[in-house]
């Protein structure tokens, strides 16, 4: 009875007393002896087979608990790797080799097209401020260009920087040039541009002594902006329109 209730075990043990009473006394008749025993007995069952009121509510706080979620281990983080500093330099000096390259050759469309000349003059207009810009930043980065890496990391970080420069004085040089046009040239020096740039479209649709022809006036027109001081003398665009000149007279 270790596992009983104090309640159930006062009510087992009073049920019990009350047959060894009847048995000993035998205070009814035969007919009230038996109900007596009867009723006594059901009561002891009673206690003895009834859960405690204590184990009811156990049982059905237990039932009605949430279970809580199974527990997770969390793995803990692993460490931010380290980057080597001269690792990440390297790669800085590599990434400016290429950004150095690509703005040499976005530039070299203005040097070897006649027709950026004369569209866009004012890429050559050295008292511009982006202009000036521009090429001081392009002699910078000129002067620390190495074909290999260089055993100094500061001149490594100084080439990467100079690049960095040199791409964002690009970019306005490009968009002062794109946006002003021939705006700021005189109504002459204008119309002029404007003459040259037909004649080499025109020149683009023919062959032979025609083409040579136009070529030939594109030349004379380039030539006299220059001595005007519209544009700067450019000689790699005036050794393009020779060589398109003697390719035409050979056809």
């Known amino acids: 009875m270790s596992g009983l209730g104090p309640r159930r075990i006062t009510a087992a043990a009073a049920a019990a007393f009350g047959i060894l009473i009847l048995t000993v ?11 007596s025993y009867a009723l006594l007995l059901g009561a002891l ?23 809580s979620a199974p527990t997770t281990h969390a793995r803990p983080a692993s460490p931010t790797a380290k980057v080597d500093p001269a690792v990440a330099l390297k790669s800085r000096w590599t990434a400016a080799c290429k950004h150095h390259s690509a703005v040499l050759s976005a530039y070299g469309a203005y040097e070897l097209d006649p027709a950026m000349l004369l569209q866009y003059p004012a ?17 910078l980065a000129g002067g620390l260009q190495s ?8 001149d490594a970080q100084d080439y990467a920087d100079a690049v960095d420069i040199l791409r964002s004085a690009w ?8 946006t002003t046009g021939t705006d700021q040239l005189a109504e002459p020096d204008a119309r002029d541009c ?7 479209r025109h020149a683009d649709g023919t062959t032979g ?28 665009i005036s050794e393009e329109l020779a060589t398109r000149v003697q390719l035409a007279i050979e056809a």
Do not use: C
């Open 209 to 236: 002594q025609e083409r040579a022809s136009y070529l030939g006036q594109v030349i004379t027109t380039v030539d006299r902006l220059t001595n005007r001081g519209v544009v700067s003398a450019v000689p790699k």
């Open 194 to 200: 404007r003459r040259a740039l037909k004649l080499l």
């Open 123 to 139: 890429l050559w207009d050295l008292s511009a401020q982006p202009v000036m810009d521009f090429h001081d930043a392009l002699d």
């Open 171 to 178: 970019t306005k040089a490009d968009r002062f040039a794109r």
């Open 147 to 154: 074909d290999a890496y260089p055993a100094d990391p500061s």
């Open 25 to 35: 006394l035998r205070p009814f008749p035969p007919e009230g002896q038996i109900v």
């Open 45 to 67: 069952l009673a206690a003895l087979a009834m859960p405690s009121f204590t184990s009811v509510a156990v049982t059905a706080a237990q039932a009605t608990k949430p279970r």
